[in-house]
Each structure stands twice: as structure tokens, then as C-alpha cells.
């Protein structure tokens, strides 16, 4: 035995001894049978774990398969559903059960029992089999507990204040209501929800921990309500709620300073619902019985930020013990419809914490703190001030180029927060229906220490679960990976804004459906984004044009742009291929539909050369170069949008087996790129707006004839060559360039493109200090000077999309689109750009997918990791010589199959588990 077979052996004797500790956990002492290496965790009922608020008619359940056995694929399921956990466990007193289903399937399995009822709660598990005649143990018992499914469930009342006045940027009303409870609780729910955004309190504890509820929707067509658990916050007897709503996206300033979009009146829904240990109930709801009033918050809007009178607080006023008898009576309003919703999307939560990084004196003289990192969140104090001393806040994201505090990108935006001290001992503070975008504080009026005792920045976001991490051997491309991330955290609080810090802060569509494939693998955004189309749904015009933003704000004018209105397809594709989720589909396709028949209406010889469009927006426009035409001519890019709607549209029509619109959209497709050449294309190829955009969207939507595309990436080369290695393209030719590159086999240019420092690249704002993405390429010019200050955000996610590039192509993580979700995956490493190695990690439905290479002296080692229930392609690049897994020749490996060189590369199957494959690689030579 040689010592490469000892070590093979050594280790395969060490899994043995991990998977044996695997088995004999807490849970599996529970199995009548003996004990299988493998169970099934990590439930999930509509993208939540154990949620309590669900109005899906048929909620849809998920599981993983943990095992560390090579090769486990799930072959039938069995689901169980039923009222008492205890009995479930037993097999007795079920709702519903799937019995044996020979399946795969362990993702969105619907519910199939009898129809459920408003507020009922079911517990459920499953137990699986697996491809070795393995039944694991029956999981945990998970539950979900149904919403208020009908307007009917609903008891209580909208409340207002009595003021007639406009108050938008005024105080916060405060309402608040007694009540008694008579016996002990058992259980409590309080459904709730506002014209505005809320934050609540029982008996002096807060509600939750989400902030900026209810979320923001198309309020005047859906508006979501949360729910909450709070027995553990009533007690027997006397009890009493509080509840503070701010302006928020419901009547607070917004882009140019418009308010009251969809009302000029807060307003508070409140219904709380107890449930007593001897099984009797009570319900407390808003009525006209509530009180109102204003406390310290004088002021408080997501633009300006907030203005806190500490000496006015009413102290313990959300306890029971506290007097109102000065508060003013509530009006109850009739008028307001029922348009109400679950909450479906993550809310959003506070997360990271920073200390201060250091405080200094700008050249200005301003006091400035350096929180390290551009951050969406808010500072929290612990300081100490004489009654009526005020401290002021000024939050911003750069300094100038004397390193002076610079706030005029911001536009009108203040972002200012303003306290003022009631005098007391040392007064903790935080904002609440604020937020900021920034790096840097400026402090004004107060002149104590700041350090990390009594300062720190919070970061707030949507609750997605990170899913993906990215790293390699250069630290810039890991700065650059970290700049995305935070772009994402930055930018996706409830709806994915265009920016975070200056008065816009809006759902831009164009910005979103650019990033979106990036989103999915750095964090869980599956139920962020479902919930977001429905917006977009209910926003969608009449005859199908979609708005700019989502939800809009902006007037009717404000839709149908190439690129922006393409959301509609984009983005539910997207979804579906990262989640496997049909439903999306289902759900978005008449939307979808509805948008390809606006451009079709709008179109003459299936030509799209009407409207009004943003075109390749922030492309490169300077001049620093020979040839400098980097305009991408606008209809060009509408017609191949148009196209590339259509495509997608006919991909959903036959996941969905709408055999007829397949049929008329594929005739229709053929028509529109058609005529596409005919406009836009030389009988040569070329293109006749010769920029990377056009031949960029021109061959990643297959818009050339196939016998001129090869020739038409060589131009595209070509023109990034002329501009001596730099991008130049915009907004929607940025997301498609390097994977153009990569397809037609010039890879190596695309790593050009990434490794590229100086202007304009993305690496130019990493070497500028950036922490997050940049709005233009040159936010900070090379002179140190600004862009325009009107439109210059340094927090600003759209050019973060190369993320999905260094993903699918770097780290070769990939999913099969004829099985979506990473059912099927395809692991192709390309490796390049001095790159000496890469790991990548995805957390997908099915569980973790990882990918890791490394060269040394050309040995090239590739670590892989394939989740149980999924197999893969595994496409090893350059092999010269034999390829060895885990020390043993990959043809002696059982687990391993359809092993087939093509070209250089050599291609396997294999199954879930972990690999280690080593060989010697042949580096190519470079391409020009």
C-alpha cells in the first residue's frame, strides 16, 4: 500500500467516526428502528421557518437532507399535518397526511389536506427515503399558523388623531389604550398594522423587532399587517398598549419633496387576541375608546431624519399605571378600505454593529467620527447634557478631497438628527422612523468624548439569511466582494431602492432586475423579491407599460422604459431559477405577458423604436481615450430588450405548459430579431452602434446569426482592447459583458476587465476606499474631485452585478435550467487573472454548494461540496495528465461517472457529498 492509498484510507476511517457521532444526537434516540445516516432538517413553510401568518390557501413546505454519505438522493416523502404536536408525533389526530410519494421533490410541496381557517395553527413533519432503501426518522415537529384570511376576521377599527391640519413632518402621534385581563394567559396575537410606519409597545415592552412596519407596498391596493406572539407580554389584570407611527412611505416627503402619496392622515389597526388558559377569549382592538397624543418625537422622516425633544417624553406612558386622562379622544375612520395582506417578504431588522473607527477635526474644524464602513442604519448614543443642550447629527458617506465633511450629493436629503437633552443622567438614544445612509458623523453641540462607549452605528436591512460567501486570493476582489454585499444590505430595506442617502431612495426597476441574479446568491432574497412583484404587479398599467419604480411613487408618464420596464420578465426568471420555484411563474405571468404586449402594440414591423428610454445609463462618457463613442444608440437597446422579454416569456409559458403561447411567441421572437438585423446589424456583423453594449446585449440575446457571433465577440474585444483594457459600459450592458466574454471563449479578457484599477473599472472605487458600490464609475475622480453632486451616490448597488460573473464563472457555481434551484448543478471553475485560488460557498434549498480551487506550480486542487438530493456536472478545466479524488484515480471511484474529456476539460457526474480532486493543469496561453 502506497502512502496516497494510506491516506485515502486514514480518511475514509475518519468519516466513518464523524458519521457516527452524526448519528447519535439529540433526536435521533426518538427512532424505532436503527438509526440511518441521514435526516431531514431545516424546514420551512413559504420561505419561513415556523411563521404565523400565512394566507396561502395550499402554504407549500421545503426540507433539506443532512447525511454525509457520498450519493443520497431522496426517492419518496411522506408529510404529516395535524392539530396537536404531541399527537402528530404519535401518528394520531391527523389533518392531513401525503402518504408515501415517490419523489425527489423537497422543495414547495403543497399542502393537500382540507381547507384551512383564519388564525388555525398545524404542526407538521416529514420523512424521506433515500436511493439506499434508508428511511430517516421523522424530523421535527415544525408548525405554521394561518393569518386572517378574510375581512370579516377583522373586529377592530382604523383610529386617526382629530387634527385637520397637515401635520406630515410634524410630531408622531402616540396612541394609547388601557385594558384588563381577567385570568391567566395561555396564548396572545396581536395583528396590526398602520397608515404609516409603527412601533409598539405592551406594558412597556417593545413588539418584535422589526422596524419600519408594515413594509412598504402599493398601499392603495395591498397594505400588509404583521403579527406578532406576545404572551410572554401580558399579565393577569391591569395591561396597557402604546403605539408610535411615523410618516414613513405612506405620507413622508419623498422624491422632489412630494408627500401625502397615498394619504395625508396616519393611522393605527390594532387587534389583539387572547386566548385564556381555560380556553375562553377576548379580543382588544382599536376603537374610539383609545387615546392620542404627542410625546418627544417632533419630527421624524426617512429624508430628513429626526427631531427628539427628550424633555417632552411621557415616561412608563405604555404602562398600566400610567394617567391619560389629558390625551385627546381618538377618531374612528369607516371610510378606509379593506385591502389588507400577511406579510410575505422579510422585514426589516437591525443587524451589524459598529464602533467608532476614530474621531477627528476636519481642516473645516467639523467634529467627525469614522465608522469604517458606508453603512444604512443609524447611530445610537449614550451621552449626558444639561436640559435644553441640543446635539445635532449630520451623517455622510465621503469626504472631500481636503477631507472635509461633504453632504451636497444628498440634494435636499438632511439626514439630520437633532436631540435635545432633558438633563437627566446619561440619555440612551436611537431614531425611529429614520434611517440614514453614511460612513461618517458629524457632531455639533456637544463637546464630551466619543468613543466606544457612548457611540455606535447600527446597520438595518431586510432579514435575509446571507447564503453566500466569495472569496480569493486577491484582497481586492475581496474588497470588491464585500462592497457588493453591503451595496445589497445597504439597498434592500423592504423594496430594492437605487440608493440609500439622498432624497430618492425609490424602487428603481432598472437598477433591480440588473442585480437581482446576483442578489440571490449572497443572501436569501427569495421572499423579498416574491413579495416586490407582486407590487409590481398591482402597480402595472392597464395596457401592461410597467412604472419605473416599484412601488410608484412617480406619475403615469413615468413607464415603459427598455431595460427599467423588463423587470417584469427578468426578474421572475431569475427567481425561479435560484429557488426552483414555479410559482413565481404562475404568479407573475400575466405580468409578463402584459409587458410584452405593451411593446408589441407599441412596435411597427416588430420594430420597437418609440418611446421614451433611459438608454445604457452612466455608461463611460469621458474623453480620456482615442475613440471616446461609447453611446449605445437607445432604440438598439429597446429592440434587444424586447427580444429578450419575449424569450423569457416563452421560457415561463413552457415551465408553465402553455403550449399555445410557446408556439406564438417563439413566431414572434423570430420576427423581432429579424428585425433587429435588419436595423442594427451590417450583412459583415458589425454592429451599427459599434459599442460594448450593443455587441454586448447583441450576443448574450442571441440576436446575430450564429455564423457571425464569433466575429462579432472578437469586435467586441477589440473595442475594449481600444480603450486600453477598460469597460465602458452602463447600467444595462454592465451585468452581461464578462459573461459575453467568458461564453465566446475570452475569458481572459473579462478577468482584464475585473483586475482592472484604474478608471473605469470596479476595482478604481475599491482602490478609492470604497466600502460599498458606486453609482458612476468615477463618483471620485482621479483628481479627487466629485461627479455631479445631483446624481452621485457612493452606496449604490447596479455595477455590483459582476457578482454574479465571479459566482457562476470564477467559482463555476451554477444551476442546470432545465432542473432550477440547484436541483441539478454545474460546477465549472475557470480560473485566470493571477488568481492562485478561489472558495465559494451557496446555500441553496437543497443546502450548501461549495466550490474551491487553488494552483500551486500548476497542481491544480479543487475542493467540492454537492448537498444531498442534487447531483452535478463537474467540468475540471486544462487537465494534462491523471486526475486523482481524494488520492484515488477518479476512474476507480464508483461515485463518480460519465467521465468524458472534451477538449482540454474533462467532465464528470457525480453525487452529493464532499470531493477533493487534484491534477496537473495546463495554464493557456493569453489570448489577444
Known sequence: MNSTQLTSMLKKVCLSIVTLSFLYQPGFSQVQHAPVPFRVDNLTCEYKTNPIAVDAGNPRMSWKLISLERGIQQTSYELRVGNNAVSLTKGKDL???????????????????????????????????????????????????????????????????????????????????????????????????????????????????????????????????????????????????GVTIGDGWYRGYTYNRKKDVYGKKLALLFQLEVVYTNGQKQIITSDKSWKVAYGAIRSSSFFDGELYDARKDKLNWTSPLYKDQ????????????????ATSGPSVKKHEKFLPLKVFNTPEGDRVVDFGQNLVGWVQFKLKGKAGDTIRLFHAEVLDQKGNFYTKNLRTAKQEITYVFKGDSAETYEPHFTFQGFRYLKVVGYSGPLDSTNL????????????????????????LQHNIQWGQKGNFIDVPTDCPQRDERMGWTGDAQAFCRTATFNMDVAGFFTKWLKDLSADQHKDGA?????????????????????????????????????????QQYESMKKWVGYIQFHSRNYLWDTGNHFGDWLFYAGTNYEDGAALTDKNLIAQAFYAHSTQLLINAAKVLGKNDDVATYTQLLGNIVKAFQSEYVT??????????????????????????????????????????????????????????????????MAYELLMKESYPSWLYPVKNGATTIWERWDGIKPDGSFEDPEMNSFNH?????????????????????????????????????????????????????????????????????????????????????QITENGLDINTEKEITGIRKVGNDEYLEIGSGTYHFVYTMKIPAKKK
Not at 454592429?687 to 460594448?692: A, D, E, K, V, Y
Open 683 to 748: 450583412p459583415n456583423g458589425r454592429m451599427i452602434s459599434g459599442t460594448q453594449t450593443s455587441y454586448v446585449l447583441a450576443l448574450n440575446f442571441d440576436l446575430l446569426p450564429e455564423n457571425l457571433r464569433e466575429s462579432a465577440a472578437k469586435r467586441l474585444v477589440g473595442n475594449i482592447e481600444d480603450y486600453d483594457d477598460h469597460i465602458t459600459t452602463g447600467f444595462l450592458g454592465t451585468p452581461y459583458i464578462c459573461h459575453v466574454l467568458s461564453r465566446f471563449g475570452h475569458t481572459d
Open 797 to 881: 448597488y447596479a455595477y455590483g452585478a459582476i457578482g454574479d460573473w465571479m459566482y457562476r464563472v470564477i467559482a463555476g457555481i451554477n444551476t442546470d435550467e432545465a432542473s432550477p434551484g440547484f436541483h441539478k448543478i454545474l460546477i465549472a471553475p475557470h480560473p485566470g487573472g493571477k488568481l492562485t485560488s478561489t472558495q465559494a460557498e451557496l446555500e441553496t434549498m437543497y443546502g450548501k454548494v461549495k466550490s474551491a480551487w487553488s494552483i500551486d506550480n500548476n497542481i491544480f486542487t479543487f475542493d467540492v461540496i454537492v448537498p444531498p438530493n442534487t447531483t452535478a456536472q463537474v467540468i475540471l478545466p486544462a487537465v494534462t495528465d
Open 456 to 479: 455606535a452605528a447600527y446597520a438595518l436591512y431586510s432579514d435575509m439569511a446571507q447564503t453566500g460567501k466569495f472569496s480569493t486570493s486577491n484582497p481586492l476582489i475581496n474588497q
Open 326 to 341: 389629558n390625551w385627546d379622544t381618538v377618531r374612528v375612520d369607516e371610510t378606509i378600505k379593506d385591502n389588507l395582506i
Open 546 to 586: 410597467v412604472p419605473y419604480v416599484i412601488p410608484n411613487m412617480l406619475d403615469s408618464a413615468s413607464s415603459a422604459a427598455s431595460g427599467w420596464s423588463d423587470v417584469s420578465t427578468i426578474v421572475p426568471w431569475n427567481i425561479y431559477l435560484a429557488y426552483g420555484d414555479k410559482q413565481v411563474l404562475q
Open 95 to 241: 389533518i392531513w397526511t401525503s402518504g408515501r410519494v415517490f419523489s425527489d421533490q423537497s422543495v414547495h410541496i403543497y399542502y393537500g389536506g382540507p381547507m384551512l381557517s383564519s388564525r388555525q395553527k398545524v404542526y407538521w413533519q416529514v420523512r424521506v427515503w433515500n436511493n439506499k432503501n434508508q428511511a430517516s426518522p421523522w424530523s421535527m415537529v415544525n408548525f405554521w399558523k394561518m393569518g386572517l384570511l378574510k375581512p370579516t376576521d377583522w373586529t377592530a377599527k382604523w383610529i386617526q388623531d382629530n387634527y385637520t391640519s397637515d401635520t406630515t413632518g410634524g410630531p408622531s402621534p402616540m396612541f394609547r389604550k388601557s385594558f384588563k385581563l381577567d385570568r391567566k394567559v395561555r396564548a396572545a396575537h396581536l395583528y396590526i398594522s398602520a397608515h404609516g410606519v409603527f412601533e409598539a409597545k405592551l406594558n412597556g415592552k417593545r413588539v418584535g423587532n422589526d422596524y419600519f412596519a408594515p413594509g412598504w407596498t402599493s398601499y392603495n391596493k395591498r397594505i400588509q399587517y404583521q403579527v406578532y406572539d406576545v404572551t410572554s407580554s401580558l399579565q393577569k389584570g391591569n395591561n396597557a398598549v
